[in-house]
């Protein structure tokens, strides 16, 4: 019993030390998302080009989604005429180049992930666009388009399929501060919350357990501490293995990261591990389901190999700067609760985010909320958009 109660612990006060950051993340992608529609995104992803994959990137950062909406809102995109690497480039911006994703990093780990993360992003998408020009038959594609024609159910499909963005004309803040951008921030928000509160939960609740449960000595044999250099080639080979194993995406595998950290993996291996959300077992599952196993198969080697190299670009590029952190001033928290700047701002944000939960909960929330799961084809049926909401918001 005490040692499960040390477990809790820890993941209490990883709870606590990050509360206020999420809420702020969140808040600040929800203020994007809703005044970026995503009506306009499939028809600007045509094609493959330089460009138009930085325009992926970017209008993934936008759409900031837990790792199933985005994989089932990267579908959706290539079921409308997106080019399959524009919708990729998308998905893997959406869940790995995120402000919530950034503001954890430098939280638990410090300013020098958060840089790593939006380095190694574009890495991973360069590497990945050159692995499907030269790898990707047309083939493959037409089946995997065949199968993503007959619209199987994944998960988080109603979410992915939900425009939440504020209607009406006008400048950025014009739509932002009006009535219907209150209401599609407090819908973003909330709506982005579900999403992934079952990771983050389970990614702290593991996280906790192996922090208390599993001695350092065994991380540092198992990522080679004690030889350096094998263990910067290594570590980006484990760590996305490491990640598609522990079941958990999104942001709640930074937590787990922390500790992989604390136990000597390399710099390198831990962004590899952070993008690996997108190969979990579940969502591997998903994309079978989506394009069939050839691809799922193809995804799974290609994706694999594009975060490896981007963790080792990391790796030689932060190495080299003096960037690296040193892993000696790894902590994990364990403090609880004291009266320091972490309570004044968790109390500040929670305020903050009672009050979008309140817009929510006023606004038609509980009903979107049901509607999470949903069906890949509503985007498709009358009566599934926007202006069918009474406050004129999904």
């Not at 820890?10 to 929800?30: C, K, R, V």
């Not at 909330?190 to 079952?198: G, P, S």
């Not at 080679?224 to 996305?240: E, R």
Request: aromatic share 10%; glycine share 10%.
């Amino acid at each position: 019993m005490h040692a499960i109660l040390h477990a809790l612990s820890i993941a209490g006060s990883m709870t606590w030390e990050i509360t206020w950051a999420l809420i702020l993340g969140f808040a600040l992608s929800a203020v994007v998302q809703a005044v970026v529609r995503r009506a306009t995104v499939a028809r600007l992803l045509g094609d493959d080009r330089p460009r138009t994959l930085a325009l992926a990137a970017g209008l993934g950062v936008a759409s900031s989604s837990c790792s199933y909406a985005a994989v089932a809102l990267a579908r959706s995109l290539f079921r409308k005429g997106a080019n399959f690497t524009a919708a990729m480039a998308f998905e893997i911006a959406s869940t790995n180049l995120v402000v919530e994703l950034g503001v954890i990093l430098a939280l638990l780990m410090g300013w020098q992930f958060t840089v790593a993360e939006f380095v190694g992003g574009p890495v991973m998408i360069v590497v990945l666009a050159v692995l499907f020009r030269i790898l990707l038959r047309e083939r493959l594609l037409s089946q995997a388009r065949e199968q993503a024609e007959r619209g199987l159910a994944g998960s988080m499909e109603g979410h992915a399929a939900m425009d939440m963005t504020a209607r009406g004309e006008g400048s950025f803040g014009r739509r932002l501060f009006s009535g219907s951008g209150f209401t599609s921030v407090a819908h973003v928000f909330v709506m982005e919350w579900a999403a992934i509160l079952r990771d983050l939960v389970g990614g702290l609740l593991i996280a906790g357990a192996i922090a208390a449960w599993v001695p350092d000595s065994f991380w540092r044999s198992f990522f080679l501490d004690g030889h350096p250099l094998a263990a910067k080639l290594v570590g980006p080979l484990i760590g996305p293995v490491v990640a598609i194993a522990s079941f958990v995406c999104s942001i709640g595998n930074v937590p787990l990261a922390v500790v992989l950290w604390k136990g000597g993996i390399s710099f390198g291996g831990v962004v590899a591990f952070i993008f690996a959300d997108l190969l979990i077992l579940p969502i591997l599952n998903i994309y079978r389901k989506y394009y069939g196993p050839r691809m799922t198969a193809f995804l799974l080697v290609t994706f694999y190999g594009a975060m490896v190299v981007a963790g080792y670009v990391v790796e030689i590029l932060f190495s080299g700067l003096g960037l690296v952190p040193d892993q000696a001033d790894a902590r994990i928290p364990m403090e609880g609760v004291s009266w320091d700047y972490t309570t004044w701002l968790n109390i500040a944000f929670l305020l903050l985010a009672a009050a979008l939960v309140w817009r929510f909960l006023r606004t038609g929330g509980p009903t979107m909320l049901r509607a999470m799961g949903g069906s890949p084809e509503a985007e498709e049926r009358p009566g599934h958009g926007a202006h069918d909401h009474p406050h004129g918001h999904r």
